[in-house]
Every structure is written in structure tokens, then in C-alpha cells.
């Protein structure tokens, strides 16, 4: 029976409005021809999701995600090279210079793709028929902020696919979130699993009435190949603190600059602090002694930002998440970070590979940067614990827990 073409390992990615292609071809293997024929059969028969060689099922799969992703991009590649998972990806590049995380298109080499300029992102017609036309067994949607995206879980035409919804948001216990559940009720009820990114999101989503079976845990990954190498190649521990992030009031980084001045005026030897990123508090960011304000930088770039610096620092007033902390922690860096970063609870352990601290407290950030400068020796061991903890994270986890989650869609589902 027909199978996934397993030869061409490609990225077609369509720019904008104006229909312009480009392929990228990776490699071509011995049985291009054969799955080719496939692909061809499968696309203009139009055949449902079918049963492959190995016993498994073949599926077509399309997400629609909200703009380009570095930590996204490496855990689709990864999902993508399943032999049995057609993966297709839809989404929004990042225009114009007051963009705060100014991704390439070239972060997506390697993910079959259609990017999309901004001023699509509410052109449902469009976004509609670039979906109906992969005929998705699978469905993956970003969240419910984005209209468009939302609307596609009322096409008729695409009725038979199951719908996967993700989303970081963790539970706060405000009056929109309480109201939530009867607000979308209509657009919840046709969602068949959601992906979350961690504990606070799950707690979300089980007030959102999803019961434990259909939820699943991870849906963010970092790039192991890009940083877990990075801490065996330290030679002598850096020591330098760094933040990498957007530079806007919700990171906090008011309370590190007061942090790090009071820092500075408690040891001999202060070390430097580098900021990496873009947004409005820029400027404020090159007035501080002794810190370095370096701009934006690509997700492939960072690992090696990461091997010249020994800690790892996040002080946000609310960060859903944050995949940075695990990149961090991954190449073996402790992590100080606040309380109300999502990924403190599964990553970082206080004196075992990182210090959480109370949000918005400038002497507990103090503290906590005098004390890492004070057990400097203590920092390679504390870093190499912390990789443990990221690794469940990885894209190459990650994609496993999707790849359970779709076949799990598709086997308990009847025939189209």
C-alpha cells in the first residue's frame, strides 16, 4: 500500500503573497523514485491515513504557529523525520525593525514549510486554503489569540482531522482566565488533545475541562545538537553572568540592573554581565557599569554566546515558560532565575544546578549573584546537574511525545 515518500529530505517554502518558491534539497537517497510515485499517489487519490510497512500509520500533519520559532523549528525537523509523519508547517515571518525577536528565515531550514508576511495574519481565505489543500489527518493550532487560526476549527472542509491545541499560558487565577472556559467553550469543545509546555500550563488546561489523558506535557525543545555539546568544550569556568531575552518591563530588568549594582559594590572582583537581545530598554541597558549590551542574536549563534559565560540569569516579572532556561541549562550553566518563570519548576533546583528566588526582590537577586561568584568552584559541577534536568526537554524528546500523541490521534479514531 502506499507509504510516506522516504527519500527527498527537502524544505519548500513559499514567500509571501507573491507565490515565489524556493526548495531547499538536503539529499537524495536510493529510493527517491519510489517515494515519490507515493507522494503522488497519496496527494491526487487523495487517500485517508493509511497503514505503512512497519505496522504503523501514515500521516499528514499541519501546524499553525503563530511566527518563526527557533526552539520550535529544531523540534519540527525532528518530528518531521519520521518516515511515517508528513509535517507541514504554516507561519508568520518577523517584519520590520521594532520586531523583539528578529528571526531569519533560515532558522526553518529544514521544516516543510510557507511562511507568511504579517500583513497575512488575518487573511483567513488565504491561511484556509493553504490547510484544505494538505488535508490534514492532524491539525496542530497555536493557542485561540490568533482569529484566523481559531476559525479553521469550524471549516467543514477540514471536519476530518483531529485538532491538537497548545498552549504556555500558566494559570494565575484571574477573572479572564476563570471566564475562559465559558468564553471559548465553542472552540474548546472541537479540540481533541492539547499540548502544554509544562505544569502551570497544565493546571490551565484542566480548568479549561481537558481531562489528564488528553493532555500532553512538553510541547516546547530546545536543539540538543547545538547545546548540549557546548559545556564539555569549557576549558577554564567563564565568569560572567549573561541574560539573553527580549528587552522589554516584563523580564525585569530593572531589578537586575539595581541587582547588579549592589552586586558590584559587595566583591573585590565583579564580573561583567552581557545582555543579548532587542527591544525598547536597550538603551538603559548600555548605561549600567560594568554590563555589555550586545543586540540580537540567531538561535545558531547562541550556543557559542553560551560557552563564554558561567551564569545563566532571568529575573521576569511573568514569563509563561521561558525555552531559555533550558537551552541554558543544557549547556551546562546554572541558572538564577525568578519564581514566576514556568520552567523553574521542572529544570532549575536551588543548589543543585541554579537559584530560584522570589519575583521582583532586588536583594534576593543580589544574594544570589554574590553567592554564585562566592562558590565559583562549585559552578561546573552545579552546571553539569542541570543538564540532566534539560534533557527531557530536547527536540529529540519532544518530537517522541508528539509522534505518541498523533499516533494515539489517529489509531482510536475511525476510517475517513
Known sequence: MPTRPQGVAAQRVTEGPTGRERVLVAGLHLRTLDRILHCLAYGFLQLPCIKVDDGGLFMKVVICWPTISGYMAAAWRELAAFDDVDLFVITFRHEGSDAQAPYTDDVMAGVPCRLLNMSDRGNFDLIHSIVAEHRPDILVLSGWFEKAFRRLAFSKALEGASLVMTMDTSWRGGIRQYLAPLILRRYLRRIDRVAVIGERAWQYARRLGFSEAHILRGSYAYDHNCFNPVGQRRQEWPRRFVYVGRYVQAKGLDILASAYGRYRQQVTDPWSLSFYGSGPLAPMLREIEGAEEHGFVQPADLPSVFEKHGVFILPSRYEPWALVIAEAAASGMPVICTESCGASVEIVRSFANGLVIPTEDVSALTRAMVWMHEHADQLPAMGESGRYFAEAF???????????????????????
Request: glycine share 0%.
Open 394 to 416: 530536547s527536540a529529540r524528546k519532544s518530537a517522541m511525545k508528539w509522534k505518541a500523541m498523533f499516533d494515539d490521534l489517529v489509531s482510536s479514531r475511525p476510517p475517513r
